[in-house]
C-alpha cells in the first residue's frame, strides 16, 4: 500500500508539472519549500482519501490554499504554467517527504484501510498540514 500511495502521489506530482503551452529559457532552481510542502500535503491528503473510505479531500481548502502559492511563486520569478523547466531537485524532495510521512505513520508494510484512517485521523487530530486538507465522513 505504501508504495502505491507513493506511485500515485508522484504521478500526481508530475501530472501537476505537465503543463502545456511554449517553453521558455531560464535558468532551473531548487523547488521552492513552501511550493513543495503544498504539493506534498495535498498530495498526501488526496491519496488517504481515496484509500480510507472515513476520509474526503476538501477540494475548498486545497484550492483557497493554492491561489497564495501561484501569487508567490510569481512574486518569486516562477512561471506558474512552466513549473517543469523551472525547477530542479522537486521529485527528491518530496519522496523524501513522503517516506518520512510514510514511516511517521508506520504505513510501509501494505497497512491496511485502519492504518491509513488512523494516520488521516491523526493528521486531522494535529492540525497538520495534510489533515488541513482532510474532512472526517460517515462511510
Known amino acids: 500500500m505504501a508504495k502505491r500511495i507513493m506511485r500515485a502521489l508522484k504521478g500526481a506530482i508530475l501530472g501537476m508539472l505537465t503543463l502545456a503551452g ?3 529559457a531560464q ?3 531548487p523547488a521552492p519549500g513552501y511550493f513543495v510542502d503544498i504539493v506534498m500535503a495535498t498530495t498526501t491528503a488526496q491519496q488517504l482519501a481515496l484509500s480510507c ?3 474526503s479531500f476538501d477540494i475548498v481548502a486545497a484550492s483557497r490554499a493554492t491561489e497564495p502559492v501561484v ?5 518569486d520569478g516562477f512561471d506558474p504554467d512552466q513549473l517543469d523547466t523551472q525547477i530542479t531537485g522537486f521529485s527528491e524532495l518530496i519522496a523524501d517527504k513522503q517516506a518520512a510521512f510514510v514511516a511517521k505513520h508506520g504505513l510501509a508494510e ?3 484501510a485502519d492504518a491509513v484512517c488512523a494516520a488521516g ?3 486531522i487530530a494535529a492540525s497538520s498540514d495534510v489533515g488541513a486538507y482532510l474532512l472526517s465522513v460517515t462511510p
Open 22 to 24: 511554449d517553453v521558455q
Open 27 to 29: 535558468e532551473p532552481r
Open 53 to 55: 473510505p472515513s476520509l
Open 71 to 75: 501569487a508567490r511563486l510569481a512574486e
Open 110 to 112: 501494505n497497512p491496511g
Open 121 to 123: 485521523a491523526a493528521e
